[in-house]
């Protein structure tokens, strides 16, 4: 025995050494960005945001392509960097921060720089500022905000009087004879964020004027800002941020209040089944990701903007797009036919936990109170294509298909006009978007339903991503123009039916629009009034013009079905907890938008949020 | 040789088919991921193409694949392309090389999902949790299973067939299986315990006590839905063992003698270990792969959950980067048992051969 | 036949025997009475809660339980029966001959043994599943499970044959002039047989185990229901954190019961072969 002892004990001497010595470690790590959070952060002042990082915080550098800085860096989010101006996606009107919007036309986009705004050095932000994000793609290929530049043709800067002081007026101008799109840059002062020149030029000098290198910093020790928080701490496990009590827009835009929360955090989960968990234990105050079922979790707290269905806000369509290119589905008859063997209650009801409307045919998002405006329901009755599988036969067979059923009743498989047989066609999906998987899984029960030889494909996402722009797939899902942002619905057409970038399939060809290659320029049936209305569009400003072009589009796709819509999602989950925190925006109290309180004009609640005693 | 010190010989005969055995597992390592036609860059591209134009793309993704080490470059590190313009694509050989190189020298590469970050890092960061769960749970698990096991094959009657069932259910639950039993019973519906994480949102890692105590708190389900189930399948090796044991010669002589029981039993557990020993050796493998899917069932912060992150996002550096990290530790872990036996097991003492070559 | 005997009288075995055997006359004959052709119809809403229509309730997609845990339930098997008799031929053909042959033959083969056994086939799992595009079938999942773990039975069935290789009556039988095929096939095999069994029944088990926690992690096959797959559907769409049990228990309960069963029947089966572990 004496010997087991021995050895017992040096094993447990061993645990000791290494338990020891990875908890030396994790400070070690810790330590460097975290001197406030001793005694943790006080749940009182504290609010947990979630859904908008995934992965480990790699880098907080603003110059670095959005996909690979953290949150709030990344995305629009604008807690410590702004954009100069919010859009609010509940009155589809602008809000200024960093600028206010003073005008907007077909030719210039005129922004005032808000005299007060400054940087947390003290610097104040400047016009400088701003030329610098918007024109770094004219000095560099990598820049992340490069594409600007395709829009922008120059930017004036003046200086105007108001209210007795002086204040820089940018005329941003629209480029004629590029894009000429006035539309998209209003999206991108919006989205833009501003950071100060004073300290990236530095970087610049000192790293030979390479941006390769200045991308690769972190910028994560006291960066200077000019949003309302401040990065406090970050590990692989959350990400928090503190109040800066010298933040300018408290006295300019709140009434000299500060926001209420003293820290927000975002905890990194990696599995959608434990936002859910987290929120119902009041762990997190508000997510955006899909949670199912949410009217089971009322009883702990969780609320969304309605109290019943569709519970959210919607704002995005995700469509299942078609190769146009390929036989049979370069049959607009059958692509309708395909069009009318899905059940769209089914995927409301069981893929979306309900939280969709009943969706109507055609590209506008009908229960928008932002696009409804351009709907016209007269054509969607007459020309759009409902659930209906008998007419999805009708057309399967006008469209020269034969569909050969089994002797037991399922589909075998399809035939052409010649008799040939058909490959089976498959929809490319990601592998575990639960939601996406379930959608598509209805999507195929129809369609075999009605004739239509189609089976899943969930292939892993590192290999769905690739697939898109190259337009290797027979259908795929897809979320287009998913943000709400000033420019809707005509980015949605635009990333469905453009052909401005129009490329064959093959030999790596890469579109970021209109994937499916639909309405080639180069064949006889080349439709040109599509991409004339989507060049219209943009700079026309009457109403009723604007909405005889939209309502001609919709038209086009619904004759054309490019693509397929399948539900109104709202542009992100906004769900909270009442548990920590009240006095959310909701439908009863609508101050503000149904976005958490990070992005656009969701953020201004940090001011109105509650703490519960 | 070393014929005089028959034990160092050992050892040492283990370290070369170790190392050798570390070197085909390195070549799997690299073989298998490229089955596929996948790329990272393809991967990376997707994202990192939007609104780049098509000049902009072409030399992105050329660093990309330098980055990579997938296309040659000068010895100043600048891309060569050929008379086309285009670039040339290293040999399959000579990336395996490239990656030999850089993984003996402790370089993983750069993650794909979380570009530039190093895989190393990564795997740095998750590696503590890991040990922190991993080694007490099947440590404990492990003597626990064998202590009941003996006492099983010792006491036999009611113990036994009361802790032999038992034990053979525990060892046949899956260990995801366990632990979301335990998630849904005590933290969902008691709500006495964390579902998930490693301690709690409000704190930062810092060596206080409430953080200690919000550690130890969230240790409880994932430790014992380890703990349990391999106490199980350890405790039916042991019995089986000790009952062996028991029917030997010296046992009976033992009591012949009339020696105390606990003398009998410190004897017979001796005897017994050896053999659970090479079995813990053996299994170390497939113990470490059930507990890696413990950390994705409670969002422990380690080497399972970086993994399943890196599953989910087709994150293949990452995953490279700890499967081989997973497979050097149990080549590490059955080393180390292997030299323990040398010291312990007396026919090796006495130079006789034993184990595979 | 003594054997069976012998076994019959340990109620360990007989338990394990009637819930595996039973619930693989259950898998094979169910189908006669429980329609699978509409297994991935939708039956009702979401998550119904078990009633008289549908015993096990339905999962998210508004699919009868009943028919998804019986097409599972047939997949696990599938997958663990074709894992374990890839894994019992190679293991028993590579076992037998190393321990047999010995020599250098032996050596080689008995390298590749130990190497694969450390190197963790969970990893070599993970790294193949991840590569494979699309095509992630029950099949395949099933002979990359087999491929992994031949080495445990080769590493048994060599033992045991090196053992036999000595014994008198193999000596007479090659004296007698047989060959080694011969000898193999009618000396050896017979010896091996029950062991050979006995490794095999915990193949099987393995081999649902190792399914499952593949597919738990979402590298499950994508072509078909597995118990694996419906555990990883529940977990994802959230069946734990709003309570819903009949999503989690009843596929953990079906896993746990098989490989139970299996672990019963080979732990009496070794009692018998070691007469020492009865009593």
């Not at chain 1, 800066?244 to 929360?261: E, F, I, M, T």
């Not at chain 2, 070197?23 to 990272?40: E, K, M, Q, S, Y």
């Not at chain 2, 000068?74 to 000579?94: C, L, P, Y």
């Amino acid at each position: 025995m004496r010997g087991m002892n021995k050895f017992g004990i040096s094993l447990a001497i061993t645990g000791l050494v290494l338990l020891a010595g990875c908890k030396d470690d994790k400070q070690a790590q810790t330590q460097g960005q975290d001197d406030s959070a001793a005694g943790g952060f006080p749940r009182g002042k504290s609010l947990y945001l979630a859904g908008s990082q995934w992965g480990d915080p790699s880098t907080f550098n603003p110059l670095a392509e959005s996909w690979q800085a953290a949150w709030p860096v990344s995305d629009r989010f604008n807690l410590m960097y702004e954009p100069l101006i919010n859009y609010n996606s509940q009155t589809g009107k602008f809000e200024p921060l960093l600028g206010t919007l003073v005008l907007s036309d077909a030719d210039s986009i005129v922004v005032d720089i808000n005299p007060t705004a400054k940087w947390s050095d003290g610097k104040p932000v400047v016009s400088t500022d701003v030329k610098f994000i918007f024109e770094l793609g004219r000095r560099f290929k990598g820049a992340a905000t490069g594409f600007a530049i395709e829009f922008i043709s120059g930017i004036n800067v003046d200086t105007v009087e108001a209210n007795g002081a002086k204040v820089e007026r940018l005329s941003f101008l629209v480029d004629k004879k590029g894009r000429n799109n006035p539309l998209v840059i209003l999206d991108l002062l919006q989205a833009i964020r501003i950071v100060p020149s004073h300290v990236f030029e530095a970087l610049l000098t000192a790293n030979k004027n390479d941006l390769a290198e200045v991308q690769k910093l972190k910028i994560d020790s006291v960066p200077v800002v000019s949003g309302p928080y401040q990065l406090d701490s970050y590990s692989n496990e959350k990400i928090v941020i503190k109040r800066r009590a010298d933040y300018w827009g408290n006295a300019s835009l709140h009434q000299g209040k500060l926001p209420v929360p003293l820290f927000v955090i975002h905890p990194i989960y990696k599995s959608n089944d434990h936002f859910a968990i987290a929120l119902q234990k009041g762990d997190i105050d508000a997510s955006q990701t899909f949670i199912p079922r949410i009217w089971l979790k009322k009883k702990d707290k969780v609320q969304t903007w309605m109290d019943q269905a569709p519970y959210f806000v919607s704002g995005a369509m995700p469509i299942l797009l078609i190769n146009t290119t390929k036989a049979p589905l370069n049959s607009k008859l059958f692509r309708r036919a395909m069009a009318a063997a899905i059940s769209y209650s089914s995927i409301k009801e069981l893929a979306v936990s309900g939280y969709s409307p009943d969706i109507q045919p055609g590209l506008i998002m009908a229960s928008s109170p932002l696009e409804s405006k351009y709907f016209v329901a007269e054509d969607a009755k007459a020309r759009g294509v409902l659930f209906n599988l008998d007419s999805a036969k009708a057309l399967v067979a006008a469209a020269g298909v034969k569909s050969v059923f089994k002797a037991d009743g399922t589909l075998d498989y399809m035939t052409d006009k010649a008799g040939k047989k058909l490959p089976t066609l498959t929809i490319k999906a990601p592998a575990g978007w639960s939601d996406w998987e379930a959608t598509v899984t209805i999507a195929v029960k129809g369609l075999r339903e009605a004739g239509i030889d189609v089976r899943e494909g969930f292939v892993d996402a590192g290999l769905y991503w690739p697939a898109l722009p190259a337009g290797d797939f027979d259908l795929i899902m897809h979320k287009p123009a998913s943000a709400v942002t000033p420019s809707l619905p005509w980015s949605r057409f635009d990333a469905v039916m453009s052909s401005r970038n129009w490329k064959p399939i093959g030999g790596g060809s890469s579109m970021n629009e209109n994937q499916g290659r639909y309405n080639s320029p180069k064949s006889k049936e080349y439709n040109s009034k599509v991409d004339s209305l989507l060049k219209v569009i943009p700079i026309t400003a009457d109403e009723v013009a604007l909405k005889a072009a939209y309502a001609e589009l919709n038209r086009i796709f619904m004759d054309d079905q490019p693509a397929i819509p399948l539900c109104y999602l709202p542009e992100q989950f906004y769900e909270f907890s009442v548990a920590h925190w009240t006095n959310w925006p909701s439908e009863k109290n609508p101050y503000g938008p149904a976005q958490l309180p990070m992005v656009s004009a969701g953020t201004n609640s940090l001011w109105q949020l509650q703490p519960v005693q | 040789m070393l014929k005089q010190y028959p034990t160092l010989r050992y050892i040492l005969q283990r370290g070369v088919w170790y190392f050798l055995t570390f070197l085909v597992a390195i070549a799997i390592n690299f073989i298998l991921p490229r089955l596929g036609d996948r790329n990272p860059v393809d991967i990376m591209m997707a994202k990192a193409s939007q609104g780049l134009s098509d000049e902009a793309v072409k030399e992105k993704r050329e660093s990309f694949e330098k980055e990579f080490g997938l296309i040659e470059v000068t010895a100043e590190g600048k891309i060569i392309h050929d008379a086309n313009g285009k670039t040339v694509k290293v040999s399959g050989f000579n990336q395996f090389l490239n990656y030999l190189k850089m993984t003996l020298s402790g370089d993983l590469g750069k993650s794909i999902q979380k570009y530039p970050k190093n895989v190393s890092d990564i795997i740095i960061e998750a590696v503590p949790w890991t040990l922190a769960l991993q080694f007490p749970s099947i440590l404990l698990g492990w003597i626990f299973g064998n202590v009941l096991g003996a006492l099983a094959a010792y006491r036999r009657g009611v113990f036994d067939r009361v802790i032999f069932p038992m034990a053979l259910f525990m060892s046949s639950v899956p260990f995801f299986v366990f632990g979301m039993v335990l998630v849904y019973w005590f933290a969902v519906v008691l709500g006495w315990f964390p579902a998930m994480e490693a301690y709690s949102g409000a704190l930062n890692p810092s060596l206080s006590l409430e953080f200690i105590g919000s550690m130890g708190y969230h240790y409880v389900l994932p430790f014992f839905s380890i703990f349990l189930i391999l106490a199980g399948g350890q405790a039916i090796g042991m019995r089986s063992m000790g009952i062996y044991e028991l029917g030997t010669d010296y046992i009976k002589y033992a009591k012949w003698l009339g020696l105390k029981e606990t003398k009998i039993l410190s004897y017979l557990f001796r005897n017994a270990m050896l053999p659970q020993l090479t079995g813990l050796a053996l299994s170390i493998g497939s113990m470490v792969g059930g507990a890696l899917i413990t950390e994705m069932i409670f969002s422990y912060p380690g080497l399972g959950m970086a993994m399943l992150t890196a599953i989910g996002s087709n994150d293949y550096t990452v995953i490279q980067g700890c499967t081989l990290l997973v497979t050097t530790s149990v080549l590490v872990a059955n080393f180390s048992v292997d030299i323990m036996i040398g010291f312990l097991d007396p026919r090796v003492k006495a130079g006789m051969q034993m184990g595979g070559k | 036949m003594k054997l069976l005997r012998n076994l019959l009288k340990s109620p360990m075995f007989v338990i394990g025997a009637v819930l595996f055997f039973g619930t693989i006359l259950f898998a094979i004959f169910a189908p006669f009475f429980i329609d699978l052709k509409t297994a991935m119809d939708r039956v009702g809403g979401q998550y119904l809660e078990p009633s008289g229509s549908f015993w096990l309730g339905t999962d998210d997609l508004g699919r009868d339980y009943v028919k998804l845990l019986l097409q599972g339930l047939r997949s696990s098997l599938y997958v663990g029966f074709l894992a374990g008799v890839l894994a019992t031929t190679v293991g028993t053909l590579v076992g037998i001959y190393g321990g047999f042959k010995g020599g250098i033959i032996d050596d080689i083969l008995n390298m590749f043994t130990n190497l694969f056994i450390v190197i963790p086939s969970f990893v070599v799992l993970i790294l193949v599943s991840a590569s494979l595009e699309q095509g992630r079938s029950l099949t395949i999942i099933a002979l990359l499970i087999g491929a992994t773990t031949w080495p445990w039975t080769a590493r048994s069935v060599r033992a045991q044959a090196s053992s036999l290789k000595s014994r008198d009556h193999i000596s007479l039988a090659r004296i007698n002039g047989a060959n080694t095929l011969q000898i193999i096939y009618k000396h050896i095999l017979p010896y091996l047989a029950s062991y050979v069994f006995m490794v095999f029944i915990m193949q099987v088990a393995s081999g649902i185990l190792s399914e499952s926690a593949i597919s738990m992690i979402g590298l499950g096959p994508m072509d078909n229901v597995s118990l694996g797959v419906i555990l990883n559907q529940a977990k994802n769409a959230g069946a734990l954190g709003d309570g819903i049990w009949w999503g989690i228990f009843p596929a953990s309960i079906i896993i746990t019961v098989i490989v139970f069963a299996l672990f019963l029947i080979n732990n009496s089966m070794e009692g018998v072969f070691n007469p020492r572990l009865r009593k």
